[in-house]
C-alpha cells in the first residue's frame, strides 16, 4: 500500500528492476538518436563528452530520481507532493513532477513515429526487399515513406497499440514479462552485427571517427546535445525512472542497480555505434546525415554487402526491441497518474493516454511531408517537439531532481534509502553542486548568455 492508500505494483526481483530500467534506457536514443548525433557532431570529441555529462550529471541524478520514487512509491506527481510535503516544503514541487509526466508523454509521440519507421524497415528488410536492389531503390524507399503520410500512421498507430496492450497488463505481468525476453535477445543481436562491423574494411576508419577526439568540433550546442542526450538515453527528468523506482522493493541497493544501467546503456549506445559506422565507411557513405542515418544511410550499405538482407533484418528486430521497452517506461507515469488519481483501471488509463500520445503523433508524421513547411523556432514538428523535451524539458527536470534531492529532501531521508555507506560522501556533492551547476553552465553556454 503507498501513503495515499493505493495498491502500487511491485518488481519481483533487483534483477527485475535491472532489466526493466535498462529497457527504458536503451531505445531508439541508442540505436538511433546516439548515432546520427555523433555523426552530426564530429564523431569523437562528442562522444568524450557524452560520457563526462553520464558519469557527473547522469549518475548521480539517476541515483537521484530512483531514490525519490522509491520514497514516495507513487507517481511522479503524488511522490513530489508528498515528499515536499515530509520536507517541509512547499507543494509546488508536484509540478516538477508534472514536467515529467509532460515530457514523457510529448517524447513518446514522435517516438512511436520513429518506432514505426522501423516497423516498417523491418518487414521490408525481411521481406527481402534490397535482394538485388540498386542503391536508389534503397534511397527512394526513405523518401517513399517520408511522403507516405498514410503508410506512416499504419505504423504507428500499430506501435502505439502494442505498447498500450503491454502496459495495461501491468508492472510484473507486462512490463517485466516483456523486458525479460527482449533485452538479451537484443544484446545478442547487437553483438552479432559487431563482430560482422569488425571484419569490414572500414573497421579502422568507423573506430577513428567514433574515439579520435578532435575538440574543434565541438560547439556551445554540440555541448547541450550531448547533456540532452545523456538525459534521453538514461531515460532521465521525466519521471520514468521515478515510477520505475517506486516500484523497487526495499534494500535493493540504488546504487549498485544504477551504475549497471547507466553501464549497459553507454555500452549499447558505443555498440551501435561500433555496428553502424564502420559499414557506412566501407561503403563511403556519409555519416552526418542526421536522423535518417539509419534508415537512409544503413540500408544503402546493406544493399551492397553479401548477407545484407540478413543483417538488415536483425538490425530492425534490434531497434523495435530497443523502440518498446523504451516505450513502455515513457508511457507509464501518465498511466500511474491517471490510476492512482483519477480512479481509471490500468487498461483504461493506458488505452486514454496512448490515443492522447497517438493523436500528438499525427503532427509528427506530417512534418515529414504535408506540414513541414509549418515551423517554429526554424525547426519543424517534429524537431519543435525533440528539441523542447531532451534539450529543455529533461534537463529542467534533472535539475529540479538534483536540486530536491540535494537541497530540500534531509539529509538522513537520502542517506538512509541510498544506503551507500562512506560512498555518499561522493553522492552528495555530485547531486548538490557539480550536478546542478553543470546542467545551468552548459544550458546558458547554448543560449549564448555564457
Ligand atoms: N532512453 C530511451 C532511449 O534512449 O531511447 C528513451 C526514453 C525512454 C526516454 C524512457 C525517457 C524515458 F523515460
Same mark, same amino acid.
Given at each position: 500500500m ?10 519481483s ?16 536514443g ?62 509546488i ?12 508523454f ?46 506512416q ?22 512490463i ?14 547487437l ?8 571484419r569490414?574494411? /572500414?573497421?579502422?576508419? !568507423?573506430?577513428s $571517427?567514433?574515439?579520435?577526439?578532435? *575538440?574543434?568540433?565541438? &560547439?556551445?550546442e554540440?555541448? @547541450? +546535445? ?6 534521453f538515453?538514461l ?52 555519416p ?19 548477407? /545484407?538482407t540478413?543483417? !538488415?533484418?536483425? $538490425?530492425?528486430?534490434?531497434?523495435? *526491441?530497443?523502440?518498446? &521497452?523504451?516505450?513502455?517506461? @515513457? +508511457? ?17 488509463a ?56 540535494g ?6 531521508h ?37
Amino acid at each position: 500500500m503507498t501513503a495515499s492508500g493505493k495498491i502500487h505494483g511491485q518488481w519481483s526481483s533487483r534483477l527485475a528492476f535491472i532489466i526493466a530500467a535498462s529497457g527504458s534506457a536503451i531505445g531508439l536514443g541508442n540505436i538511433w538518436k546516439f548515432p546520427y548525433l555523433l555523426g552530426e557532431n564530429g564523431g569523437g570529441a562528442f562522444v568524450l563528452v557524452y560520457l563526462a555529462c553520464v558519469l557527473g550529471i547522469g549518475l548521480p541524478i539517476m541515483m537521484a530520481e530512483t531514490l525519490l520514487g522509491r520514497r514516495g512509491r507513487q507517481n511522479p506527481i503524488n511522490t513530489m507532493a508528498t515528499l515536499a510535503g515530509q520536507a517541509g516544503a512547499s507543494r509546488i514541487w508536484r509540478y516538477a513532477g508534472w514536467l515529467g509526466v509532460l515530457a514523457g508523454f510529448l517524447i513518446l509521440s514522435y517516438y512511436s513515429v520513429i518506432a514505426g519507421w522501423s516497423m516498417a524497415y523491418l518487414f521490408k528488410m525481411a521481406g527481402g526487399f534490397i535482394d538485388g536492389a540498386s542503391t536508389e531503390t534503397a534511397r527512394q524507399a526513405f523518401q517513399e515513406l517520408k511522403d507516405a503520410p498514410d503508410r506512416q500512421l499504419i505504423w504507428h498507430t500499430l506501435f502505439m497499440g502494442a505498447t498500450v496492450v503491454i502496459v495495461s497488463r501491468g508492472v510484473s505481468d507486462g512490463i517485466e514479462k516483456v523486458t525479460r525476453l527482449m533485452m538479451p535477445g537484443l544484446l545478442l543481436m547487437l553483438l552479432l552485427l559487431d563482430i560482422h562491423a569488425v571484419r569490414t574494411e /572500414g573497421f579502422a576508419e !568507423g573506430m577513428s $571517427f567514433l574515439f579520435k577526439v578532435d *575538440f574543434d568540433k565541438l &560547439t556551445g550546442e554540440s555541448l @547541450l +546535445i550531448a547533456m540532452g542526450q545523456a538525459f534521453f538515453s538514461l531515460g532521465l527528468g521525466m519521471g520514468s525512472i521515478m515510477v520505475y523506482g517506486s516500484y523497487l522493493p526495499a534494500h535493493v541497493s540504488i546504487a549498485r542497480s544504477s551504475a549497471i544501467v547507466a553501464g549497459l546503456d553507454t555500452a549499447v549506445a558505443l555498440l551501435a555505434g561500433i555496428a553502424i559506422f564502420p559499414v557506412v565507411f566501407t561503403h563511403h557513405l556519409e555519416p552526418g546525415m542526421g536522423p535518417g542515418l539509419i534508415f537512409e544511410t544503413l540500408p544503402l550499405a546493406f544493399v551492397q554487402m553479401p548477407g /545484407g538482407t540478413l543483417f !538488415g533484418t536483425v $538490425f530492425f528486430i534490434l531497434a523495435f *526491441f530497443a523502440a518498446i &521497452t523504451s516505450a513502455i517506461a @515513457l +508511457i507509464e507515469p501518465a498511466v500511474a497518474w491517471l490510476s492512482e488519481n483519477a480512479g481509471l483501471s490500468r487498461q483504461r488509463a493506458s488505452a486514454y493516454a496512448g490515443s492522447a500520445c497517438w493523436l500528438l503523433g499525427v503532427g509528427t508524421v506530417l512534418s515529414f511531408n504535408r506540414g513541414s513547411d509549418l515551423t517554429l523556432a526554424g525547426r519543424n514538428f517534429f524537431e519543435f517537439i525533440d528539441f523542447l523535451t531532451a534539450d529543455i524539458m529533461l534537463p529542467a527536470g534533472g535539475l529540479l531532481v538534483a536540486i530536491f534531492a540535494g537541497w530540500v529532501m534531509k539529509r538522513e531521508h537520502s542517506e538512509e534509502e541510498l544506503e551507500m555507506g562512506a560512498w555518499y560522501c561522493y553522492w552528495r556533492p555530485l547531486i548538490r553542486y557539480l550536478a546542478p551547476a553543470a546542467v545551468v553552465i552548459i544550458f546558458l553556454h547554448a543560449m549564448g548568455l555564457l
